[in-house]
């Protein structure tokens, strides 16, 4: 691209006057040109090449899509220019290349956090849909009525598998429905914390889960790390639900579990790939619920993200620290 935006300057030297890329949509213009900062906003950009940034533009606001997915593998020459910060939407930047967060390049400031609470509200939707059977139970004419016996979500216990923004908010409705809380972070947590009692790893925390939820980042070392050798230690009755990614999962050993004892039912708002190729048998298993990755659709995501994106842009016009900042070397 042949724009140059090196010609914004601020008058206040303690200041920065932030030239911005945005690849948000128009709504998110309107918000850019109400901030104090006056930021100069580049307009229009390469759909195609959406890594491809003007010169001067030193902040960029994306999102993860199609054209992420098939950037080059090889860090192109045009990137990063003069980046210095890149704000996303997603909380995740496993859609992102490889050189999309380097310790040498610009910082990465992520979503994480503004869709927990719709995702939590998912998690107990599907939570109750695989213990009340509501739909499954409800009858049409006098000659089905009878009463059965549904299940119950107090008393029971739900693990967490990640402890992020996610799972701490499934963790206070856990609470205050009875159940007991299980939960595996990353830093090694141990001992009980605020109603929550951390386990060392996720064969432990399977072996204990009624409910078993994933809701850890997608990493080398987290792909398919619900393999066999776990699901074969399911506490029998099982049912898991995944709302992070779906190569977490080893989609043939699940398949493999739930035709066998253990496993009660998988809610899957992730497959891999998104979505599955027709005929796949994860579709017609009757033990199986496939969303379309939406939960984490809610009415106030748009509102949560343009806080973060006006307190982020307070902050690096300051020069201070940016909020939700992902590491180079975990990648979240």
């Known amino acids: 691209m042949n724009v140059d935006a090196r010609n914004a300057v601020s008058s206040d030297a303690s200041l ?10 128009a709504e998110f213009d309107d918000v850019l ?7 100069t906003v580049v307009p229009g950009y390469d759909e195609e090449k959406v890594w491809d940034i003007p010169k001067g533009v030193d902040v960029l606001l994306t999102r993860p899509g199609p054209r992420w997915k098939a950037a080059p593998r090889v860090r192109p020459p045009e990137w990063p220019a003069d980046l210095r910060w890149v704000q996303v939407v997603s909380a995740g930047i496993d859609f992102y290349p490889d050189w999309f967060v380097t310790a040498d390049g610009p910082k990465v400031s ?12 998912y998690v107990f939707a599907a939570i109750f849909e695989h213990e009340k059977r509501l739909r499954q139970l409800a009858i049409h004419t006098p000659e089905q009525y009878a009463q059965t016996a549904t299940g119950t979500v107090e008393g029971k216990t739900i693990g967490l598998f990640g402890f992020g923004a996610i799972g701490k908010a499934v963790a206070v409705r856990a609470n205050a429905f009875g159940m007991e809380v299980l939960a595996v972070r990353r830093t090694g947590t141990s001992g009980t914390q605020d109603g929550v009692r951390f386990l060392s790893g996720l064969e432990e925390l399977a072996a204990g889960s009624d409910h078993l939820l994933l809701a850890a980042p997608l990493t080398e070392e987290t792909r398919h790390i619900l393999d066999a050798r776990v699901l074969s230690v399911a506490k029998p009755g099982q049912h898991i639900i995944n709302v992070a990614r779906g190569g977490l999962i080893d989609q043939e050993a699940l398949l493999a579990a739930l035709d066998g004892p253990n ?8 497959t891999d790939p998104e ?3 027709e005929g796949h048998p994860l579709y017609r298993h009757p033990k199986v ?39 180079p070397l975990t990648r979240y």
Do not use: F
Request: charge should be neutral; glycine fraction near 10%; include cysteine.
């Open 110 to 121: 992520c979503g994480r956090g503004i869709t927990a609470d719709p995702i939590a509200e």
């Open 275 to 277: 979505p599955l190729p």
């Open 33 to 39: 040109g109400a901030h104090w900062s006056q930021p």
């Open 289 to 327: 619920l496939i969303t379309p990755h939406i939960s984490w659709s809610g009415t106030r995501n748009g509102q949560r993200l343009t806080d973060r994106i006006i307190a982020n842009l307070d902050a690096y016009v300051r020069g201070l620290p940016l909020s939700d900042v992902v590491d």
């Open 16 to 25: 920065r006057r932030p030239v911005v890329l945005n690849q948000l949509g």
């Open 263 to 270: 496993l009660a039912g998988a809610t899957l708002d992730v």
